[in-house]
């Protein structure tokens, strides 16, 4: 039996890009949205311990506060081009 569903209620300004996106199909893309946030924020984790382990090295320009989250505004834009119905 699959996991039940929650709800979850988000406030977003009018001017966020997943209302660029057709009302029908708004959840469906804040969905795999916050799913890819999700993976990349671990994808950051697990860079980030290999750094600290010497098994990898900062990307160039890289600082220790970009190692620690995602731009949000970068992010924003990415997706939003990648989602371009």
Same mark, same amino acid.
């Given at each position: 039996?699959?996991?039940?569903l929650?709800?979850?209620?988000?406030?977003?300004?009018?001017?966020h890009?997943?209302? @660029?996106?057709?009302? +029908?199909?708004? !959840?469906?893309? %804040?969905?795999?949205?916050?799913?890819?946030g999700m993976?990349?924020?671990?994808?950051?984790e697990?860079?980030? @311990?290999?750094?600290? +382990?010497?098994? !990898?090295?900062? %990307?160039?320009?890289a600082?220790?506060?970009?190692?620690?989250?995602?731009?949000?505004?970068?992010?924003?834009?990415t997706?939003?081009?990648?989602?371009d119905?």
């Amino acid at each position: 039996m699959p996991d039940a569903l929650k709800r979850l209620n988000l406030q977003l300004p009018q001017s966020h890009p997943v209302f @660029r996106y057709p009302p +029908r199909i708004r !959840a469906k893309v %804040a969905r795999e949205w916050l799913d890819l946030g999700m993976r990349l924020a671990s994808i950051e984790e697990r860079l980030a @311990r290999l750094e600290k +382990r010497g098994l !990898a090295t900062p %990307a160039p320009g890289a600082s220790s506060q970009n190692a620690k989250g995602i731009d949000p505004v970068k992010f924003r834009e990415t997706l939003a081009g990648v989602f371009d119905f």
